[in-house]
């Protein structure tokens, strides 16, 4: 029996011993189970956390400095003024008084053309003239003549008049003598008349005749004037297109003239450049050899070159030294006023739904703030553009994904 009790007690340590390992086990388990729960929250608040953290962005903090609005640009240099001078008459040429590249003055005389019997018509439209002036004088000395003869015969037809009139009135004369002394005055009166268009009429023919003549005699005159070719200007002798006794005719070229004072230079300006110069600004130019000269601009174009926005400008200096010649090129540097702006990278430039053109902030807050801007000018390794503050910290990477207002880090 005592077997047995043992054999009782030791199956109950077992069962005891089994029951127990299994709760231990299960509270292993059950904590287990209580630690992934616990880790899986944690790990969902923290991921709620990210959630509510701001969108990140890279910044950079910009000052602005003092710039000079002076405008550079490419320009090439071209003359004041070219003619090619042609010849106004015809004949042969007697000379030439220059050489291609001579400086020259105005009214110099360059080329003589032969007179052959220009002088000679001269001579004899003088000769014609005359002649006609002295029928005039002639003219007006028959008519005078005329006159008093006619002044007299009226005289006498009057007196012969009047005795007829009084005989007739005391009865001793016919009325036939009368009629005849009437006819006689009225005839005379009338021949004043007749002498006076006469006259009238050879003067105007004669007048006439004059002015034609003088026309002809100033014709003569130009024509032998322009047998001697003079410089239009002081300038350059660049091409000769003639031969000493070489016969030419009217519209031939002789020679090409050019002038280099003022020397005028040909630029152009951007669109966003042309508002910021004006007639008269100053420039300065300078070619490649580094000589510099002043300038002012003397034109604005007022319409767009079509293939290129640009707008031609034109600038002149003085050049009296003749150091510039024409189709060099230069530098233009036309002067401009100081400015406060900021340089940045083109690329962080945004646009409005409105279309407005600026850039992205962070402000003290680290909310994202825009600030419209004016492009300034363009350099190779930047923009400079103004309406910025002075310090202010801009979005260089991530500004397309933020709106203004938004809460970055």
Not at 224 to 244: C, H, L, N, Q, W
Not at 292 to 319: H, L, Q
Request: charged share 30%; net charge negative; glycine share 6%.
């Amino acid at each position: 029996m005592k077997k047995s009790i043992f054999i009782a007690s030791f199956i109950l340590l077992l069962v005891v011993g089994w029951i127990g390992s299994g709760q231990f086990s299960n509270k292993v388990i059950a904590q287990d189970d209580t630690e992934v729960v616990s880790e899986s929250k944690n790990s969902y608040v923290e991921n709620n956390q990210n959630e509510e953290f701001a969108f990140s962005v890279e910044t950079k903090i910009f000052t602005s400095s003092l710039i000079d609005q002076s405008i550079e640009l490419q320009g090439q240099t071209i003359h004041n003024k070219k003619i090619d001078v042609k010849s106004e008459t015809s004949g042969k040429i007697n000379s030439i008084e220059f050489s291609r590249g001579d400086n020259v003055s105005v009214n110099s005389e360059m080329i003589t053309i032969s007179l052959e019997d220009r002088n000679e018509k001269l001579l004899s439209a003088k000769k014609d003239l005359e002649r006609l002036k002295k029928e005039i004088i002639l003219n007006e000395k028959n008519r005078d003549n005329l006159l008093r003869q006619n002044v007299e015969r009226i005289e006498l037809y009057e007196i012969e008049y009047a005795s007829a009139k009084q005989l007739i009135d005391k009865g001793l004369s016919s009325k036939s003598k009368l009629s005849l002394a009437s006819f006689n005055l009225a005839n005379a009166k009338a021949d004043k008349e007749d002498i006076k268009i006469k006259f009238e009429s050879t003067l105007a023919s004669l007048e006439a005749q004059i002015t034609n003549m003088k026309s002809i005699l100033k014709n003569i005159k130009l024509d032998i004037d322009k047998t001697s070719i003079k410089a239009p200007f002081d300038g350059i002798i660049s091409e000769r297109m003639v031969e000493e006794t070489e016969f030419i005719s009217v519209g031939t070229p002789l020679f090409s003239i050019i002038d280099l004072d003022p020397i005028k230079i040909e630029g152009y300006l951007s669109e966003f450049d042309v508002n910021k110069v004006n007639l008269g600004t100053k420039a300065i130019i300078e070619d490649s050899n580094g000589i510099k000269k002043d300038g002012i601009i003397s034109f604005i174009s007022p319409s767009a070159e079509t293939s290129t926005r640009t707008f031609e400008i034109t600038i002149e200096a003085d050049n009296k030294d003749l150091s510039y010649k024409s189709g060099i090129t230069t530098k233009i540097i036309i002067k401009g006023s100081e400015l406060k702006a900021h340089k940045i990278p083109p690329s962080i430039l945004t646009l409005l739904d409105d279309g407005t053109v600026g850039v992205k902030a962070v402000d003290n807050e680290n909310k994202v703030t825009f600030y419209p801007t004016k492009t300034i000018k363009d350099t190779i390794d930047g923009m400079w553009v103004s309406g910025l503050p002075e310090k202010v910290n801009l979005i260089v990477s991530g500004q397309e994904y933020i709106s203004i207002g938004e809460a970055v880090n």
